[in-house]
C-alpha cells in the first residue's frame, strides 16, 4: 500500500485505507538453513510436438546462485503398453524428444533414473487440447488486458492452463549513423543496425481456469494480463503467443495449489499455504519429496500482434535519462574507446565543417542491451 | 423522579402541620371497585387514583416489598385502605385535596403532635390495625432511632414467635431504582453465618436464611452498596431497588461480588459489566465487546482483523455466542474490525471457558452469553454516540410504567459515503457498509409472569474492488416466559430463531456472472428450571430441542448471458435435543460441589442423499461406493451421550480456595473455514454419518486468593483439554459447494493445556487487571485410514498456538470526571507454515513449504491509550455527555498479521501483513437522556 498517499491524507483517510487494505512491507526471516536438495521435475509430455523435460535441484532460500541442473539422468516416457521412449540431454538438465507417437487410448508415465535412484510420475491420460478461438486485448484503466477466449464442443476439457510468450519491437533512444571501428567513425552500414529491436519474455505467472460450474465448456474472455498503456512494450509493436494446455482434474489442481501457495497469498481471507505433493515419487522411498506434475496432453498456440497506432498516445518516458553529448574530433578515441558511450551521428556547423560527434550512454542508442536486432521469424 | 417530588411534599406537608386529620373522613366522594392479587402497591395506587380524584404520596423505597391483596366492591377509600394495610404498619391520612398520605407509622409521630396517630388508629375502627401495632411492639423503637430510609426499614415477614427456629427462604428481583433494569450477578448475603446467593440474569434471587433478623447485604457492579433490614419469620418475597453508583462510572472494572473469585462456585467464568468494557480503547473507537473479551486470559485470536475467537485451544466454530438467548453465528462487522454487538444497549457479558453449567452445550470451548439491557421500565431516555465510522442512537422507555418497557437501537455505518470521497480507484469502487437493528419489549404481566420478546437484525453489505459484492446477515429472535412457580422455584420457556446467511454476487463478466449463496436457520425451544431447594442445594434442570436446516450453498446465474449450471447443495436438517440437570451442593462453609449431568442426542434427518464409502478407507471419490437416498424425516444418522460437568471449591481460608472442575461437551455443528481467520464465506455443517460430532473433555484445577479486604484478586488456573474429530483440512482442501466435503475434511484430534495467571485490583484510583498466559494448542491427523496424515502424523502447533501472553488492562482515575486508560498486550507470534526451498519451474521461481506450523511470525505487541472526560454528574440535567480520546496501537508497531512468500516477476519476495500499522487516534462523542 501506499504509505505517502496515506499521511498526506491524513487520518480520516488513513483508518479507511487501513481497514481495506491494511499495510504490506518486505519481510526477511532469519535464515532458514535447513539443507535441502530436492529433485525439481518441470515440463509435460507433449502429444503433438516436442517434449522437454527439466531437471534441477532445490536450493535455500537465501542461495543466489544458479539452479543445480541434474545431468546425465535416464529419462524415459514409458506407455502403459510397455513402449518407452527415451529423452536426450540436449543441454545441462534439458531433456527432449522430438514429437512422440503418442497414443490417446493409453496412459503414459515419465520415469527417471539418477545414478541408481529411479523416480516415476503416476500414469496419467492424454488430453487433447482444444484450438484457441480468440486471443483479445481492451484497454481497462490505463492497462492493456490480454484475455483468452476458447471452447470444446465437447465439453470435455473443463480444466486449462495456459502460458504466454510476449515479443515486442522497439528503438534504441537515438538512431546511431555512425560507428566506432579501429579507433576511427564510419558509416554504419544498414547490416549493423543497433536501433530496431526485438525483445521477448515469457509468463512466469499460473494462469489457469475451469468451467466445471458451466453448462457449456467455454472460457469467455478470461484474464490472462495486463500491460500498463505507457508500458515500452506498445512503443512499436507487441505480439503475444498464447499456448493452451488442457489439463486432468488432478494436474489443475497442483497448478491451482501452487498458485494459492506463491502467488495469491497474503490478505485476510486467503487459504493457508500447503505442502505440495506432485504425481513423481521415488520408487524405493515414497517418503522423499520430488516436486512436479507430469501431464500428458497437446498444445494449442494463438498469436496476435497490436501495434501503437491501435492504441490511444501516451508519452513514454525512456528507461534510461539519454543525453546528447558533443565530442571534439580531438576527443573522439578517448570517448568512445571504453565502449559505454556509442556514436549517434556527426555535427556540422553551418559552412559544412565537422567540428565534431554526437555521443551517447550504450543503453541510449544500442537497443541490444535489452534484446536482439534478429528479426523474429514470425514477426509481420 | 416524580415520586422524589411527591416524597418532598409529603416532608413539606408534615412540617407546615396540615392537619391532616381533620378532612380524612371527608374525603370520600368516590367509592373503590378492586380486584388484585399480589399487585405491588403502585399498582394498587394507580388503580385508585383512576378511579378517583385521590392522589397518593410516599416513598417509593418504603412501600417496594409491599404487595396488595384486595377484593372490593364500591367501597370508600378509607375502608379500602383499612383493608389493604390491615396487618401492616402502614399508616395513611388524606387531607380535603384528595392528597393521600402513605407512612410507616411510627415515622409520622415523630413529626406530629404525639398522639396523633394512637387516635387515628383508634377512630379507624380497625380492630386489625391496631391488633398489628400491638403485636409488634419492638419495632417501634427500633425505627424510631433511625432515619426513614429505605436502608434501615424493617421488612417483617411472618409473624415473630419465640423460640421458632428453622430455615425460610426470601426471593424476589434486584432491579435499579432509576431504570428498573435488573440486577445481574449482584451477590445478596448475610454476614453471620455467611450464606450468599447471587441474582441471576433477570435479577432473580432467592437466599434461604435462618428464621429471625437479619441484615441483607446487596454488592453488585455499578451499584451502590446496600442493605436492607428483615425480620424472616415465613418465607416472603422482597423485590429491591438499589442505586446506581454514579460516582464508578469510570471506576469500577469488574466490581463484581467482591469475594465472588474466592467463595465462587465457578471456574473459567470471566463476567464483564458493559461499563468495564467501555474502558478499553478500540482501533475505531466505538466500544467492542468482543475485542475487551480478547484481553481475557486463555482467549486468543489468530490476528488483529479477526473476530474468531479461540477459547484455551479451541477453535473459532467451538464458541456458543448467545445474544439474548438466540445463536449467533457470525458475531462481527465490517471484516471483523466491529463487533455485531451494539456496545449501548449490551448490559454484560459472561464468557464460560472452564466449567460450562449443564444448562448450555452444543460447542467445545466456551459459551459466551451476552445480555442486553431491558429497558428503562421508568422513564423514556435515549443514548448514542457519534464516532468517526459509526453512529448509533438508542431509545428506551416504559409502555406501561414499571410493568412494560421497550428498548430499540439501532447502528450503522458511513464508511460508504467515506470511500466514495476517496481519491484511489479502487477505494472508490470500494464499498462497505453495515447496520444493526435491536428491539426489544419486556412485560411484566404480574408479580409471577414475565414476557421477554427481542428481535435483532444485521447487515453487512462489501465490494472489494469493482469485483464481487458480499454481504451476510444475522436474524435473531426470541420470546421468553419466566413464570415464578413460588419463592423457591421458577421457569423460563424460551422459544428462540438464528438465522445466518451470505451471498456473493459476481456481475463483471456477463458469461460467468453468479450468485452464491449459504444460509442456515435454527429454531430452539427451551425449559430450564431453577430451584433453590434449601440453603445446601440449588437444583437446574430442564430440557432444550433445536431444529436446524442448513442450506450449504448454491450457485445460480446472473442475467440471460450467463452460462453459469444452477447448482444447489443438498438441504441438510438436524434435531439436537438435551435434557439435563444439576445440583449445587453446598456441603459446608468450606465444601461446595457442583454436579451435573447433559445427555445430548442428535439427529441428522433427511430428506437426502448421502454418499457412502468404503471402510477404513480415506473418503475419496475413488472410495466412494453407494449412494442413499433418505426420504423426508428419516434418520440419516443418530449420535447422543453424556456430558458431565462436575467442580468443586475448598475454601482454605477466608481468603483462599481451591477449585477443580471436570467437564465433557459434545459438538454436531461444525464450520467450514479454509482461512486462517473467520471469514464471512465460512459455511456451517452438520454433523452426519460422514461427519462425527466433535467431544472435548476438559480438567482445570485453579488457585484463587484475595488480599487487601478482597480489593486485589488473585487466581491461578490450569487446565488440560482433549478434542476429538474436530475437523481439520487436508491440504489444498476445496469446501466451497462442494457435494461430498467429506472427502475435503478430516477428523483431527487435539490436545491442549496452560495454566493462567491474572491478578485483578477493582477498586481504586488505579483499578485494571494484569494476566499471563502460557498454552499450548496441538492437533494431529494420524489415521491413514481416514484421511492424509499431515506432518508424518506428529503432533503440531495449531493456528492459533501462541504459548506466551501477557496483558495489562489499567485505569487511572484522576477526578471524577477525567481518567485514562493505557493497555499492553504481548503474545507469542503464531505458527505459520514457511517455505524452506526454492527451486526454477519453467520461467518462475517456486518455493517448497515445510511440514505444517513449523514457524512463528513475530512477536506482537501492543499498546494503546485512552481519555475519557465526562460532562459533570449533576444528576439533573438535559443530557449526560462523554467524550473519548483514543490512540490505537500507540507506539506503531507493525504486528504482523501473517507472513508470506510471493512469486512475481519470477522472483521469491518475503512480505509481512500488519493491520494496524500505525497509531490510530479515534474520537468519539457519546450521549445519553
Not at chain 1, 504509505?3 to 480520516?12: E, M, N, Q, V
Not at chain 2, 469475594?259 to 458493559?274: F, H, K, P, S, W
Not at chain 2, 456441603?587 to 442428535?602: C, T
Not at chain 2, 474436530?726 to 496452560?754: C, M, P, Q, S
Request: proline residues 4%.
Amino acid at each position: 500500500m501506499n504509505i505517502h498517499f496515506l499521511y498526506r491524507k491524513g487520518s480520516l483517510y488513513l483508518l479507511l485505507a487501513l481497514f481495506l487494505s491494511s499495510c504490506e512491507e518486505p519481510y526477511s526471516p532469519e535464515v532458514l538453513e535447513a539443507s535441502n536438495n530436492f529433485l525439481v521435475v518441470s515440463g509435460f509430455i507433449n502429444s503433438n510436438g516436442p517434449t522437454t523435460i527439466k531437471l534441477s535441484r532445490t536450493q535455500n532460500l537465501s542461495d543466489n546462485s544458479a539452479p543445480a541442473f541434474v545431468t546425465d539422468a535416464e529419462v524415459k516416457v514409458e506407455a502403459d503398453n510397455g513402449a518407452a521412449f527415451l529423452l536426450q540431454e540436449t543441454s545441462d538438465g534439458t531433456y527432449t524428444s522430438g514429437t512422440l507417437p503418442i497414443n490417446v487410448n493409453q496412459q503414459y508415465r515419465l520415469t527417471i533414473n539418477i545414478n541408481g535412484k529411479r523416480y516415476a510420475s503416476d500414469y496419467v491420460a492424454v488430453k487433447q487440447t482444444p484450438a484457441i478461438d480468440e486471443v483479445s486485448w481492451q484497454l481497462v484503466d490505463d492497462k492493456v488486458l490480454f484475455q483468452v477466449t476458447t471452447h470444446d464442443a465437447q465439453n470435455d476439457t473443463r480444466y486449462y492452463r495456459w502460458e504466454f510468450e510476449e515479443t515486442w519491437e522497439y528503438n534504441a533512444y537515438f538512431f546511431s549513423v555512425i560507428e566506432f571501428v579501429d579507433g576511427e567513425l564510419v558509416t554504419r552500414p544498414e547490416e549493423n543496425n543497433i536501433y530496431l529491436c526485438w525483445r521477448n519474455n515469457n509468463s512466469s505467472n499460473i494462469n489457469i481456469s475451469n468451467t466445471i460450474k458451466l453448462s457449456q465448456d467455454v472460457v469467455s474472455k478470461f484474464p490472462l494480463y495486463s500491460i500498463p498503456l505507457n508500458s515500452e512494450k506498445f512503443a512499436r509493436k507487441y505480439s503475444v503467443l498464447v499456448k493452451q494446455y488442457a489439463q486432468t482434474k488432478e494436474s489443475y489442481q497442483y497448478w491451482e495449489s501452487l498458485k494459492k501457495n506463491t502467488e495469491s497469498i497474503g490478505t485476510l481471507f486467503d487459504p493457508l499455504p500447503t505442502q505440495l505433493t506432485g504425481n513423481i515419487r521415488n520408487t524405493t522411498d515414497p517418503s522423499e519429496p520430488v516436486i512436479g506434475y507430469i501431464h500428458v496432453s497437446s498444445v494449442s498456440e494463438k498469436r496476435i500482434f497490436l501495434k501503437q497506432t491501435e492504441l490511444p498516445y501516451v508519452y513514454r518516458a525512456p528507461s534510461v535519462s539519454c543525453t546528447l553529448d558533443t565530442v571534439a574530433v580531438e576527443e573522439v578515441p578517448e570517448y568512445f574507446s571504453g565502449g559505454s558511450n556509442l556514436p549517434v551521428g556527426p555535427i556540422y556547423t553551418e559552412s559544412g565543417t565537422l567540428i565534431g560527434y554526437s555521443g551517447a550512454w550504450r543503453s541510449c542508442v544500442d537497443c541490444r542491451i535489452f534484446g536482439t536486432t534478429t528479426r523474429p521469424s514470425y514477426w509481420q | 423522579m416524580p415520586h422524589f417530588y411527591r416524597y418532598l411534599f409529603l416532608l413539606a406537608s408534615l412540617l407546615t402541620g396540615i392537619n391532616l386529620l381533620g378532612h380524612a373522613q371527608t374525603a370520600q366522594e368516590r367509592l373503590i371497585t378492586l380486584s388484585l392479587q399480589d399487585a405491588p402497591f403502585e399498582t394498587f395506587v394507580k388503580e385508585v387514583e383512576a378511579q378517583s380524584n385521590f392522589h397518593f404520596y410516599y416513598n417509593p423505597a418504603a412501600v417496594d416489598s409491599f404487595s396488595v391483596t384486595i377484593q372490593v366492591n364500591q367501597q370508600p377509600l378509607q375502608l379500602v385502605l383499612n383493608q389493604v394495610f390491615k396487618d401492616s404498619d402502614y399508616r395513611y391520612a388524606f387531607t380535603p385535596q384528595g392528597y393521600v398520605f402513605i407512612t410507616k407509622g411510627k415515622d409520622f409521630h415523630a413529626q406530629l403532635p404525639n398522639n396523633f396517630f394512637q387516635r387515628n388508629t383508634n377512630t379507624s375502627d380497625s380492630p386489625a390495625l391496631a391488633e398489628g401495632i400491638v403485636d409488634k411492639p419492638y419495632i417501634a423503637g427500633e425505627q424510631s432511632k433511625k432515619p426513614t430510609t429505605s436502608e434501615a426499614k424493617l421488612h417483617v415477614f411472618g409473624v415473630k414467635r419465640e423460640g421458632v427456629t428453622g430455615n425460610a427462604n426470601l426471593a424476589g428481583h434486584l432491579r435499579d431504582a432509576k431504570t428498573g433494569e435488573p440486577i445481574i450477578g449482584a451477590t445478596v448475603y448475610i454476614q453471620s453465618p455467611l450464606l450468599a446467593t447471587n441474582s441471576d440474569q433477570y435479577g432473580y434471587y432467592s437466599i434461604t436464611l435462618p428464621v429471625g433478623e437479619h441484615e441483607l447485604l446487596i454488592r453488585g457492579i455499578g451499584v451502590k452498596n446496600s442493605k436492607r433490614r428483615i425480620a424472616l419469620y415465613t418465607s416472603g418475597k422482597l423485590d429491591i431497588e438499589v442505586e446506581e453508583d454514579v460516582r464508578s462510572l469510570k471506576e469500577v472494572l469488574v466490581e463484581a461480588e467482591k469475594d465472588r473469585n474466592v467463595a465462587g462456585m465457578q471456574m473459567g467464568l470471566e463476567r464483564l459489566d458493559i461499563r468495564a468494557i467501555k474502558q478499553v480503547p478500540t482501533a475505531f473507537g466505538e466500544t467492542d465487546v468482543l475485542r475487551v473479551v480478547l484481553t481475557l486470559p486463555g482467549v486468543k485470536s489468530v490476528g488483529e482483523g479477526s473476530t474468531g475467537m479461540n477459547v484455551r485451544g479451541g477453535s473459532t466454530d467451538q464458541n456458543l455466542i448467545l445474544f439474548n438467548d438466540a445463536t449467533i453465528y457470525n458475531p462481527s462487522h465490517l471484516f471483523g474490525f466491529f463487533s455485531a454487538f451494539n456496545p449501548d444497549i449490551v448490559k454484560s457479558v459472561e464468557l464460560h471457558k472452564s466449567n460450562i453449567p449443564a444448562r448450555y452445550g452444543g460447542r467445545l470451548s466456551s459459551v459466551l452469553e451476552v445480555t442486553t439491557k431491558d429497558g428503562n421500565k421508568k422513564k423514556f431516555a435515549g443514548s448514542g454516540g457519534l464516532g468517526l465510522l459509526t453512529s448509533r442512537l438508542t431509545l428506551e422507555g416504559p409502555i406501561m410504567k414499571d410493568k412494560t418497557s421497550f428498548l430499540v437501537a439501532g447502528r450503522t455505518t458511513y464508511s460508504n459515503w467515506l470511500l466514495k470521497q476517496l481519491p484511489q480507484e479502487t477505494f472508490r469502487k470500494s464499498s462497505a457498509s453495515f447496520y444493526d437493528l435491536n428491539a426489544q419489549i419486556n412485560h411484566e404481566l404480574n408479580s409471577k409472569n414475565t414476557l421477554y420478546v427481542s428481535g435483532y437484525f444485521s447487515k453487512d453489505n462489501f465490494r472489494l474492488g469493482a469485483d464481487s459484492l458480499y454481504n451476510f446477515t444475522n436474524r435473531n429472535a426470541s420470546v421468553k416466559w419466566k413464570h415464578i412457580f413460588h419463592n423457591q422455584l421458577y421457569g423460563v420457556l424460551t422459544g428462540a430463531y438464528s438465522h445466518y446467511g451470505y451471498g456473493v454476487q459476481s456481475d463483471k463478466n456477463p458469461v460467468s456472472a453468479s450468485d452464491m449463496s449459504f444460509d442456515m436457520n435454527q429454531a430452539n425451544l427451551q425449559a430450564d428450571f431453577n430451584y433453590f431447594l434449601n440453603s445446601k442445594h440449588t437444583v437446574d434442570f430442564g430440557a432444550i430441542s433445536i431444529l436446524y436446516n442448513v442450506s450449504p450453498g448454491s450457485l445460480t446465474p446472473i442475467g440471460s448471458e450467463s452460462l453459469v449450471i444452477p447448482d444447489v447443495l443438498q438441504r441438510e436438517k438436524a434435531v439436537e435435543s438435551a435434557l439435563y440437570v444439576s445440583d449445587q451442593i453446598d456441603v459446608s462453609a468450606r465444601l461446595s460441589v457442583y454436579i451435573g449431568l447433559r445427555y445430548s442426542f442428535f439427529n441428522s434427518i433427511g430428506p437426502r442423499e448421502v454418499y457412502t464409502y468404503a471402510p477404513n478407507a480415506p473418503k475419496t471419490l475413488s472410495t466412494l461406493i453407494d449412494t442413499v437416498a433418505y426420504s423426508s424425516g428419516q434418520n440419516i444418522a443418530f449420535y447422543h451421550g453424556p456430558e458431565y460437568r462436575f467442580s468443586a471449591r475448598y475454601g482454605l481460608t477466608d481468603n483462599s480456595s481451591v477449585k477443580m472442575s471436570y467437564n465433557r461437551m459434545r459438538q454436531y455443528i461444525h464450520m467450514l473455514s479454509n482461512t486462517a481467520s473467520m471469514s464471512p464465506t465460512d459455511t456451517w455443517k452438520l454433523s452426519d454419518g460422514n461427519i462425527r460430532p466433535q467431544v472435548g473433555d476438559q480438567v482445570a484445577l485453579g488457585y484463587y486468593r484475595n488480599f487487601r479486604s478482597n480489593t486485589i484478586e488473585l487466581s491461578v488456573e490450569g487446565y488440560y483439554k482433549k478434542m476429538q474429530d474436530f475437523l481439520d483440512y487436508r491440504n489444498g482442501a476445496d469446501i466451497i459447494l462442494n457435494h461430498h466435503i467429506e472427502t475435503e475434511v478430516a477428523n483431527a484430534e487435539g490436545k491442549a493445556y496452560g495454566v493462567e495467571v491474572m491478578v485483578k485490583k477493582l477498586t481504586g484510583k488505579v483499578n485494571g487487571w494484569v494476566s499471563y498466559t502460557y498454552s499450548r494448542t496441538l492437533a494431529r491427523l494420524n489415521n491413514p485410514a481416514v484421511s492424509e496424515v499431515i506432518n508424518n502424523g506428529e503432533w503440531y502447533p495449531s493456528n492459533y498456538d501462541k504459548p506466551h501472553d501477557f496483558t495489562l488492562i489499567s485505569n487511572y482515575r484522576f477526578s471524577q470526571r477525567f481518567s485514562t486508560s493505557l493497555n499492553f498486550t504481548y503474545s507469542t507470534g503464531r505458527p505459520i507454515t514457511l517455505p524452506i526451498a526454492k527451486y526454477q519451474d519453467g520461467n518462475a521461481q517456486r518455493i517448497f513449504y515445510s511440514s505444517r506450523n513449523q514457524y512463528r511470525v513475530p512477536d506482537y505487541y501492543r499498546v494503546d491509550f485512552a481519555m475519557n472526560i465526562e460532562g459533570n454528574h449533576k444528576i439533573k440535567k438535559l443530557a449526560h455527555s462523554s467524550w473519548t480520546l483514543a490512540v490505537y496501537n500507540l507506539t506503531g508497531r507493525r504486528n504482523p498479521y501473517s507472513v508470506y512468500f510471493r512469486s512475481e516477476d519470477g522472483k521469491i519476495n518475503g512480505y509481512q501483513l500488519s493491520i494496524f500499522g500505525q497509531p490510530i487516534p479515534t474520537i468519539t462523542y457519546n450521549f445519553k437522556f
